[in-house]
């Protein structure tokens, strides 16, 4: 199995350009996606956690055959309450 961290962003958005420096500062690998172009994946994500908040997270775990197996929402105010925070949480939830 393996982790795989999907950070959603916006262009405009100040806290999300500073959410990258941080985790590349912390080397955490993320793939990013920008709500704009991944409408229909963010929307899901606001959906299920009722929150659209950014930066925001999804945490995918894959099988072997990289099959989705599990799914892990980390969204701002409801998972951490600043960036730091935000970049701990992430951290944990790849670790476990």
Not at 60 to 65: A, F, G, P
Request: hydrophobic share 35%.
């Amino acid at each position: 199995m393996r982790k795989i961290a999907l950070l959603y962003t916006m262009k405009t958005c100040p806290f999300c350009t500073e959410m990258k420096g941080m985790l590349k500062e912390n080397k955490i690998k993320y793939l990013e996606r920008d709500i704009d172009k991944y409408e229909k994946e963010y929307n899901e994500f606001v959906k299920t956690t009722k929150n659209d908040y950014l930066p925001a997270f999804s945490i995918l775990t894959l099988n072997e055959n990289d099959k989705i197996i599990d799914v892990e929402y980390i969204a701002p105010e409801d998972n951490f309450k600043n960036l730091e925070e935000g970049v701990q949480k992430v951290k944990e939830v790849l670790l476990n």
